[in-house]
């Protein structure tokens, strides 16, 4: 595998079921990112974790809960969903390097219907 | 708080015709900017990206963009247009913060047709 892969590409579920969305990166990376791309909006920071710490919330409901264990996974798990929750969950990786910024790499995303 | 707007939701170009994607950018200091492309399905792919230096940047697939400080712009161009070029582009500005990991806000997105 390289890049940054995410699993499962598509998942359905109820709104009283849990489930979790996996993202690796196979890049040697440090930090790894949640974002969320709805219809009607622009792509949205969930959250940030730097070196495996958490270091951004970005105002996430709770029943989003993220996990990193290390710096090359990161879980996002999901219990009592709605609708509008429906959308396309994209992880990203980058380096974390002192002294300058460098971008971002993109998975394929988690495409996520909540019915 | 930075911002990014795309005024084009839609632009639709002949194949082999030239392309400018615009991009406005709000933000306080020197920004990260960045141009992302992301097919049907698919993740974003980095086309390019701005961090100072030269303020006309070079890409893949052929794309440039040229950041004007004056006018918060990051405008992505291509000569000449190919059929495998539709797909929706977004344009992205980062802060940083000095070693902390920071996450990208992006703009809504410029969905591009290309016509044969």
């Known amino acids: 595998e390289t890049g940054v892969t995410q699993t499962p590409r598509h998942l359905v579920m109820g709104m009283t079921n849990k489930k979790s969305l996996k993202c690796e990166q196979h890049l040697g990376h440090n930090a790894m990112y949640w974002y969320k791309q709805s219809a009607k909006k622009p792509l949205e920071l969930m959250f940030v974790y730097n070196f495996k710490e958490q270091t951004e919330n970005n105002s996430v409901p709770s029943r989003f809960s993220p996990e990193c264990p290390n710096s090359s996974h990161l879980f996002l798990h999901l219990h009592t969903l709605q609708p509008e929750d429906s959308a396309l969950y994209l992880c990203a990786s980058s380096q974390l390097t002192s002294g300058s910024y460098n971008e971002q790499f993109f998975g394929p995303g988690t495409r996520l219907t909540v019915l | 708080a930075q911002s990014v707007t795309q005024p084009d939701i839609h632009i639709t170009v002949s194949e082999g015709a030239s392309l400018e994607l615009r991009c406005n950018y709000s933000y306080g200091a020197t920004p990260y900017l960045f141009w992302y492309v992301q097919s049907p399905g698919q993740g974003l792919q980095l086309l390019l990206k701005y961090f100072s230096g030269d303020t006309l940047v070079q890409g893949i697939k052929g794309f440039e963009a040229e950041f004007k400080r004056s006018q918060s712009s990051f405008n992505l161009r291509k000569p000449s247009v190919h059929w495998s070029d539709a797909a929706e582009y977004f344009c992205?500005?980062?802060?940083?913060?000095?070693?902390?990991?920071?996450?990208?806000?992006f703009g809504k997105g410029t969905h591009l047709i290309i016509q044969p």
């Open positions: 992205a500005v980062a802060t940083y913060s000095g070693g902390g990991a920071d996450g990208l806000t």
